[in-house]
């Protein structure tokens, strides 16, 4: 087997499309619209690799093909990658690189090594489009930023063996990212962030206690929401993150982190119209230089309220005025599905 990044020069080539979904490809991915065999569909992309390089039939699932590609990099695509290529030898890994995976792609908390695997290679605790940080790990073995993809999988996938099998060796490529996660776990814990379950619209409303952040409280354009705190936390399927300041609340509206993909074991979120909830919201609020807006520039987020550029302001409304208004729009909705 070989590796090689995914360019338009592969398109007329045959090849195994591990993580990503690309043309003229045998899939083994969890990426919506994907072909892969039924019988190695997993959660991720990496247990997807795993059971594929378990299988006894395996030849007949890559019919033969011994090229690899993938189109993007993030934990997941080189962690299912990493296992394609050394097949049957990662099964002695299997459980923190589907931990690893989880944190990655899912923003879940499976297992200490497994975030902290994840954030070595990925960065943050979230894979997002977005992200413009670089792998740490890429960036201590080149000793420089790494920005292109393809180098970065060039540099990382030999040394993905010694982080698996030695994670706290790697501290200060996870220690930062580790510690905002901890610090957000232990707010839940505590009790200044916190969580409530609405069953009857299957919102979770979260408030986040500002201090997780930093001393100065959250900062819209220097912070993003501690994803694995809530994944671990909240049970809905719309979470509505509000973060105190002083002259509101921030909102956003995020679905499960799990929900852009193709799952197996995790129920499938369907997408909700929440176009009456943003009238209803926009009507209510009284902040006039920022609006209740549609915004899915990130995999899972939904709504958001943003100023003029598009950056998160400070809602006048209370959390319970905004969850009352999305549980209106829920009953209302199901009412006429019914």
């Known amino acids: 087997m070989r590796f090689e990044?995914?360019?338009?020069?592969?398109?007329?080539?045959?090849?195994?499309?591990?993580?990503?979904?690309?043309s003229n490809s045998i899939h083994f991915s969890h990426w919506e619209g994907n072909a892969t065999p039924p019988e190695v569909k997993a959660d991720t992309s990496t247990e997807i690799a795993l059971n594929l390089v378990a299988s006894p039939n395996r030849s007949v699932l890559t019919n033969g093909l011994e090229l690899v590609t993938n189109n993007h990099f993030d934990t997941d695509g080189v962690l299912s990658v990493w296992t394609v290529l050394n097949g049957e030898r990662a099964a002695e890994f299997r459980d923190v690189l589907i931990a690893a995976a989880e944190a990655g792609d899912f923003?879940?908390?499976?297992?200490?090594?497994?975030?902290?695997?994840?954030?070595?290679?990925?960065?943050?605790?979230?894979?997002s489009p977005n992200d413009d940080t670089g792998s740490p790990l890429a960036r201590f073995i080149a000793g420089q930023e790494v920005n292109d993809d393809a180098r970065a999988y060039e540099l990382v996938l030999?040394?993905?063996?010694?982080?698996?099998?030695?994670?706290?060796?790697?501290?200060?490529?996870?220690?930062?990212?580790?510690?905002r996660i901890a610090d957000a776990l232990e707010s839940f814990e505590r009790g200044t962030s916190e969580i409530r379950e609405l069953p009857d619209s299957k919102i979770s409303l979260i408030t986040l206690s500002p201090d997780i952040f930093s001393s100065g409280g959250f900062n819209p354009t220097r912070h993003s929401a501690p994803y694995t705190a809530i994944s671990q936390f909240a049970r809905g399927s719309?979470?509505?993150?509000?973060?105190?300041?002083?002259?509101?609340?921030?909102?956003r509206f995020d679905y499960p982190y799990y929900s852009w993909a193709e799952t197996v074991e995790r129920p499938r979120i369907e997408r909700r119209d929440l176009s009456k909830t943003l009238q209803t919201l926009?009507?209510?609020?009284?902040?006039?230089a920022g609006s209740w807006k549609k915004d899915e520039r990130e995999m899972t987020s939904a709504v958001k309220f943003l100023d003029n550029h598009g950056v998160l302001a400070a809602s006048k409304l209370e959390p319970d005025e905004v969850a009352t208004a999305v549980q209106s729009s829920a009953v209302q909705a199901a009412s006429v599905a019914l």
Do not use: C
Request: glycine share 6%; net charge negative; proline share 5%.
């Open 5 to 22: 990044f995914y360019s338009e020069a592969l398109d007329k080539t045959p090849k195994l499309s591990v993580d990503g979904t690309v």
């Open 107 to 127: 923003s879940e908390y499976s297992s200490r090594d497994g975030v902290r695997v994840s954030l070595a290679i990925q960065g943050t605790d979230q894979a």
């Open 158 to 179: 030999p040394d993905v063996e010694r982080l698996l099998r030695n994670v706290d060796d790697y501290e200060p490529l996870w220690r930062d990212g580790w510690k």
């Open 238 to 251: 719309l979470f509505l993150i509000a973060t105190p300041t002083t002259d509101g609340w921030f909102y």
């Open 282 to 288: 926009n009507e209510k609020e009284t902040n006039q």
